[in-house]
């Protein structure tokens, strides 16, 4: 059985943005830079990734409230493609981390956590739900749904 799990630890690049289905599901995004330092023959070598990182439901709206550019945080989730095409009408393909946790790193800086009240049904911590193998036999996109994500 293959997995899909990716941890990540960087800054953001920018404010988290919140957004809303048209069935009201919030949904959060926000860019992710991970730095590499590593020596190469004596040299300090910097290597930077970046990721586009999306966050369903409550815990979109918990890190749109939480997090600003600049912070530096851990995500666990699953990379995900998606299709899409421009209004020029170009296929485009995009990677994305869909993230199932996101926390604030402790290791220089101080949080200050803030329980929040649970939403009745939903996927609980955020998660959008999972793909499957196969097609989508109920119609839709097997990740948004009927929906369209923005």
């Known amino acids: 059985m293959a997995t899909n799990t990716i941890t990540l630890i960087g800054n953001l690049t920018r404010d988290p943005e919140l957004r809303y289905t048209a069935g009201g599901r919030g949904v959060a995004s ?3 830079a991970v730095n590499r330092r ?3 023959n004596g040299e300090w070598q910097e290597q930077v990734s970046y990721f586009n990182i999306v966050c369903w439901g409550d815990l979109g ?3 749109a409230a939480t997090m600003t550019k600049g912070n530096r945080c851990i995500v666990t989730g699953r990379i995900e493609q998606r299709d899409y095409e421009t209004q020029a009408g170009e296929k485009r393909t995009v990677f994305e981390v869909v993230a199932d946790e996101v926390g604030p ?3 220089w800086a101080t949080a ?3 329980r929040t009240e649970r939403s009745e ?3 609980g ?3 959008a739900p999972t793909r499957t193998g196969g097609g989508n036999a109920g ?3 097997a990740v948004y749904g009927d929906e369209e994500p923005f």
Do not use: K, T
Request: proline share 0%.
């Open 121 to 123: 049904g939903g996927f």
């Open 30 to 32: 926000f860019g992710l």
């Open 38 to 40: 590593y020596q190469v």
């Open 139 to 141: 119609g839709g996109d």
């Open 125 to 127: 911590g955020g998660s």
């Open 105 to 107: 790193s402790l290791r």
């Open 112 to 114: 200050r956590i803030e």
């Open 61 to 63: 709206e918990n890190v």
